[in-house]
């Protein structure tokens, strides 16, 4: 355990509104000349930036502390499904047992067919006729 306590959401947004405001009023107050006046707003910008954040991470918190998981997620052992059954299956043939008829389909043929062919083979295979 550290010795300094882990400061809340609600803290950081009160630290990081304040910087914002503080780093705002030197800027408008003293108004420095070229490149210092451009960094000096990029860090207003940065610091109400973090603090926009941090005041939305205290909204959503709500106070409490996120559980903790106690261990790794433990698949369902009902999938039958692992990384070695996963590398092992081939691309190519997935993509022709969800092709129609078995027939693989990429999206360069797709690119040349022509709509109307298509059309009529849907129907011929469906047993419509084109009448």
Do not use: Y
Request: hydrophobic letters at 45%; a positive charge; charged letters at 20%.
């Amino acid at each position: 355990m550290s010795s300094f306590p882990r400061s809340s959401a609600r803290t950081k947004a009160v630290v990081a509104s304040v910087a914002t405001l503080a780093a705002l009023v030197t800027l408008a107050v003293w108004r420095p000349p070229g490149i210092l006046s451009v960094v000096l707003a990029l860090v207003c910008v940065v610091l109400g930036m973090i603090a926009g954040v941090t005041v939305t991470s205290a909204r959503q918190s709500g106070g409490a502390e996120p559980p903790r998981a106690e261990g790794w997620p433990v698949s369902d052992p009902g999938l039958g499904v692992d990384a070695d059954t996963l590398q092992a299956i081939d691309p190519r043939a997935v993509r022709n047992l969800r092709a129609p008829a078995g027939h693989p389909v990429d999206a360069d043929t797709l690119e040349t067919l022509d709509p109307r062919s298509v059309r009529q083979q849907q129907r011929a295979g469906n047993g419509l006729s084109d009448r």
